[in-house]
């Protein structure tokens, strides 16, 4: 796809609902016990691979595309049958890992199998925990990666120390603590997005979280609820740096979640000098939400690290076009994950921003980029990850020539309307 040009990005958006909550509404409302409503659901490809794997295990899900709501007549949570396929994620880690945690707890033999990048992807820091408890897993070609087997097992409660910052693996934990034998307590090395916990609390289970540490105590029962979910920070992302690095620019951004575990993108711009306001700030949906105003803004280069880096790792690539667009140097650390994701985003930044014209260059854990050069156009392989190529769409409206973003259709993962937003914004 060649990317359009645009010379000042001007109006409101609203974008699609969070993934992260999205994913997390179906599994806890397949393990409630009636009809639990989802608003604001995000209709991207990962979270419907998420109700399709619960359908396969028997729960009946109703999807609306048009109003995205979603009622899935949950089942309680014994009420999962074993499905007659394999479970296919496609290309979601979040599906793959949180899933294995309540996998982990039935009592049959599960089937978890995706698509190129998942079987790439490492299930080791799930299978360790996961088995401790007493689930087993048979990795079927990779060791430690999909396809994989698991038996479920009779769960007993853990400490875990996880050696990563990682929501995916604390929840895959937690949601295998609802049936096992006592408590079980995560501790992350930093504190990673707290939306389970904070859905395991509107489902009535007994979640404590003391600094990076969350306990939960086996639930009985899970009753149906109603489900807002609010919009994704991490799609916003793309639309907060588009307003601040395009001449002449005002974007406001409705209803977006800003969940201080996700709101790391809204420091960073600070940090780099951005005109970004919140208004509307609103907490009685479960989830704190805002409206984002971000202005054409003056940036200068920062230093991103430590603490921070979980609660903005999804928007790093399009942090590090920013820092392209800033004056000096920008460092981020402490980013090792981003290797394992979707793609090595790590890699792939360095590879693309380079092939732009940007000065950067790729570290062990992060990158360097000395930014403020003008960019040109160059052709991107977004290596069909969705978070690479909705950051070059809009890096490749403001470059000089024509941007060719190969495998652009991927933005399907988290953000279908992607480009007819991005277009209605453009003057
Ligand atoms: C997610 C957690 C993060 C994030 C992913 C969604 C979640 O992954 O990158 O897009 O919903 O829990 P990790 O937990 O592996 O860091």
């Known amino acids: 796809m060649i ?23 179906i599994m806890l409302g397949s393990l409630a016990k009636g009809t639990t409503e989802v608003t604001g659901f995000l209709q991207g490809a990962d979270c419907l691979s998420s109700i399709s794997c619960f359908q396969k295990m028997g729960i009946d899900i109703n999807n609306n595309p048009e109003t995205n709501t979603v009622l899935i007549h949950g089942k309680g949570l014994h009420g999962l049958s074993a499905p007659s396929d394999i ?4 290309n979601s880690g979040t599906t793959t890992r949180l899933m294995s945690g309540i996998l982990a707890a039935q009592p049959f033999t599960s089937t978890v199998d995706g698509d190129a990048s998942i079987r790439k992807r490492p299930m080791g820091r799930i299978m360790t925990p996961l088995s401790m408890m007493g689930a087993s897993f048979e990795s079927l070609a990779t060791d430690k990666c999909a396809p994989f087997k698991i038996h479920g097992g009779n769960l ?8 990563v910052a990682s929501a995916q693996v604390k929840s895959a934990i937690l949601l295998a603590g609802l049936y096992a034998d006592g408590q079980t307590s995560v501790t992350e090395p930093a504190l990673s997005r707290n939306h389970t916990e904070l859905m395991f609390e509107s489902f009535g ?99 991103i690290e430590g603490d921070i880096i979980p609660k903005l ?61 003008p960019l040109h156009a160059a052709t ?48």
């Open 3 to 25: 990317m359009k040009h645009f010379d000042r990005l001007q109006g409101e958006v609203t974008v699609p609902g969070d993934k992260s909550i999205s994913h997390r509404s």
């Open 87 to 90: 479970l296919d994620v496609g």
């Open 156 to 163: 007993q409660g853990i400490h875990y120390e996880s050696p």
């Open 205 to 303: 289970i007994d979640i404590k979280t003391i600094g990076t540490t969350a306990t939960v105590t086996p639930a009985k029962e899970l009753i149906a609820q109603k489900i807002e979910v609010p919009g994704d920070i991490s799609s916003a992302a793309y639309f907060i740096v588009a307003g601040l690095i395009t001449p002449n620019s005002e974007i406001t951004i409705k209803n977006v979640g800003i969940n201080p575990t996700r709101d790391g993108i809204l420091t960073v711009c600070k940090n780099m000098g951005a005109d970004i306001t919140l208004s509307n700030v609103k907490d009685d949906i479960g989830e704190p939400v805002a409206d984002i105003t971000v202005r054409t803004s003056s940036l200068h280069g920062c230093t």
């Open 313 to 373: 790792i999804d928007e790093i690539p399009v942090i590090a076009i920013m820092a392209a667009f800033a004056n000096g140097t920008t460092i981020i650390k402490d980013a090792q994950e981003l290797k394992v994701k979707e793609s090595n985003r790590i890699d792939v930044m360095v590879n693309n921003l380079s092939s732009m014209g940007v000065d950067i260059e790729g570290t062990e854990d992060g990158m360097i980029i000395r930014g403020g050069k």
């Open 380 to 427: 991107i392989d977004s290596k069909l990850d969705h978070r690479i190529a909705m950051s070059f769409a809009i890096t490749g409206g403001l470059a000089d020539g024509d941007t060719e973003i190969i495998g652009a259709e991927c933005v399907n993962i988290s953000y279908p309307n992607f480009y007819s937003d991005l277009d209605m914004l453009t003057k």
